[in-house]
């Protein structure tokens, strides 16, 4: 499978993106604007390099856990599953929802958490070997003040629920308009392992794409 077939192939599952022609910086042409958050295609996601094929591969072969923070209406998460040959099992969502807007349709038969990620995660009872953040960080939309310490506390609680040797991959700035200095990303990283965490992390400007690996589950 290439990413023409999966273009193609989400057109069908989901026709609501038959318009979509991604373009631009970071690939975000047309999306579907829920007013509250929007929703993007599978294929939007492939070519940022939040997933790749490898990764599929390795999810199946492996038999691995993902955790997708941010999901929305798991549009990525079910054409993995109906598409791709990964199994509903191996696939954790986790979203908020909000009182006050129309919540999104988070699949009722994927396993589920519901909290909001800048504030206390749950105990969640498993861990996973990839998590990811679907472009549901938003980080420009914080005070520049603030950058620092809202991408600190997702990749923290996210490490919190990783395996050992596992990764997380997240798409922060969500906008071309309003990318974050590349010092951010760089202090975030100072700032995890001072903590004690054991990691590495790479940032893509191009796609705007945070890779964060989990060395081993020991702290220093």
């Not at 294929?43 to 490898?54: A, V």
């Not at 038969?109 to 998590?131: G, H, N, T």
């Not at 953040?133 to 990749?155: A, G, N, T, V």
């Not at 906008?175 to 995890?192: A, F, G, I, Q, W």
Request: aromatic letters at 12%.
């Amino acid at each position: 499978m290439n990413i023409q077939d999966i273009k193609m192939l989400e057109k069908q599952d989901f026709p609501e993106f038959r318009d979509y022609e991604g373009k631009g910086r970071f690939g975000r042409g047309k999306y579907i604007n829920r007013g509250n958050w929007v929703d993007y295609p599978p294929s939007h996601h492939f070519e940022t390099g939040l997933i790749t094929l490898d990764i599929v591969s390795d999810l199946i072969e492996s038999n691995k856990k993902l955790l997708s923070v941010g999901c929305g209406n798991a549009y990525l998460e079910r054409f993995l599953v109906n598409r791709m040959g990964v199994k509903k099992e191996q696939i954790s969502l986790a979203d908020y929802i909000e009182p006050e807007h129309r919540p999104p349709k988070v699949p009722e038969d994927f396993k589920s958490y519901f909290f909001d990620m800048y504030q206390e995660w749950p105990a969640l009872d498993d861990s996973f070997d990839d998590v990811m953040f679907p472009d549901s960080i938003l980080l420009h939309s914080h005070p520049k003040e603030e950058m620092e310490y809202c991408l600190y506390w997702l990749m923290e609680n996210a490490l919190s629920n990783l395996q050992p040797n596992g990764q997380i991959r997240a798409s922060p700035s969500c906008s071309s308009e309003h990318s974050c200095p590349t010092s951010v990303y760089k202090n975030v990283r100072d700032m995890l392992i001072g903590a004690g965490h054991n990691c590495q992390s790479e940032y893509f400007p191009d796609t705007d794409l945070l890779v964060v690996r989990k060395s081993n589950g020991v702290r220093k």
